[in-house]
């Protein structure tokens, strides 16, 4: 049994950081001998050719009130959301409801090549619902399910569903729910997450498997010197999401550091930020600071500008102060020091613990620790928890096991 297919909604040559995790644990399967298929959603860049790799794209015909066009209807656009508001369960403006026909589609696929294994990882949360309830309801012989969550939804209903009523927050909870209860297997990226499900939905088949890195590969990597112009400053890259409420921490730490350079008669810190994030926050980073916004980049580039880095900046929600996210096992990977802009927790332990940079508590933020780093031109390590998060470690230790044992 070695045939899968890879439902991520992101995948490489998709930009953002849902796809990496899955695609280093492709590469590392396929280098173990499984024939591995991979469908994700349509690329935002010329559509590349990647050996079995299915893009999803949605019909051009087909009703998707994302954005109205300049020169589109004004009422027509407005009567076209409504419709989709009295026609669809949960949020209407999440691309994959578009793709059901597609995804659908491609599950019948799988079926037909007797796949042995269908991952999906989430979110989306409607896009493993599918998937799921089509293999629940379909008799005959079909390939095992396997779920990967990489944030569950509760994690995202502040930031995510922050405009929707509560209707649509539990039709949205109902996707993951029913996914859960019907995969052959559940992996959580965060063991705390995974513990609570074990609880919650009183299923021995669920698992803990972190975010990782080539931890191995990594290393023969050398730290460049630093492509920037400004080369007198200490280069901070932020790559990844802010999450709402954490505004105003980043700020107070800007101006913290910034104060304390000024006083060792050094210039402001230059900021390179990488991710989506809102107009109004970029232009209050950019009024108190030095800074680039190079928005949403692919992986590769992701960790050339953490390479040019003096340190990768990345923020932790209070509520998820035991989620240590890809970024920071990134940055780590790469050798470059890690600020962690949380409260005290799992992370700033893990963090202190493998001496991978420095914790900037959030309930009294003091930026001195960055400089005494810097001016000592201090090394990171070394990682105890080396082996934990390695990909190959990983993909044995974890996800071939879960195939042996479903088998």
Request: charged residues 25%; contains cysteine.
């Amino acid at each position: 049994m070695n045939k899968l297919s890879i439902y991520c909604y992101k995948y490489p040559p998709n930009k953002g950081v849902g796809g990496r995790r899955w695609h280093l644990f492709a590469n590392r399967l396929i280098d173990l001998g499984y024939k591995v298929r991979i469908i994700s959603r349509f690329p935002d860049s010329p559509k590349p050719d990647l050996k079995n790799h299915t893009f999803l794209k949605k019909n051009k015909n087909r009703l998707f009130p994302w954005v109205r066009k300049e020169n589109d209807s004004k009422l027509v656009w407005h009567i076209q959301k409504l419709f989709a508001k009295l026609t669809i369960k949960g949020l209407i403006w999440e691309e994959v409801t578009y793709l059901k026909k597609e995804i659908i589609t491609s599950v019948k696929q799988d079926i037909d090549n007797k796949v042995d294994f269908i991952i999906v990882t989430c979110a989306p949360f409607r896009w493993a619902y599918y998937i799921s309830k089509y293999l629940a309801e379909y008799e005959g012989e079909k390939p095992k399910l396997i779920i990967d969550i990489r944030d569950p939804w509760s994690n995202n209903k502040l930031s995510y569903f922050s405009s929707s009523s509560t209707k649509v927050i539990n039709e949205e909870a109902e996707f993951e729910h029913y996914s859960i209860n019907n995969a052959n297997y559940v992996f959580f990226v965060h063991k705390k997450d995974a513990e609570n499900a074990i609880r919650n939905y009183n299923n021995p088949n669920i698992s803990w498997v972190p975010n990782g890195a080539n931890l191995t590969k990594e290393l023969h990597l050398i730290k460049p010197k630093k492509l920037s112009k400004h080369l007198e400053q200490i280069q901070i890259v932020f790559a990844g999401t802010l999450y709402m409420g954490a505004e105003e921490s980043l700020y107070e730490f800007i101006r913290d550091l910034n104060a304390r350079l000024r006083i060792n008669n050094k210039a402001k810190a230059h900021w390179t930020i990488l991710g989506n994030w809102s107009p109004e926050t970029i232009s209050k980073v950019e009024k108190i600071t030095d800074c680039s916004f190079l928005g949403a980049l692919e992986s590769n580039e992701i960790k050339q500008e953490i390479l040019n880095a003096d340190f990768a900046c990345s923020y932790v929600s209070p509520k998820l102060n035991y989620a240590i996210n890809t970024k920071i096992i990134e940055a780590a990977a790469l050798r470059v020091p890690v600020i962690l802009l949380s409260k005290e927790g799992d992370v700033s332990e893990f963090l202190i613990r493998n001496n991978l940079g420095v914790h900037i508590n959030l309930t009294k933020i003091n930026s001195n620790l960055i400089l005494e780093w810097y001016n000592e031109n201090r090394e990171t390590g070394p990682w105890q928890d080396f082996k934990e998060f390695d990909i190959n470690s990983l993909v044995d230790k974890y996800i071939v096991k879960t195939f042996d044992a479903l088998a």
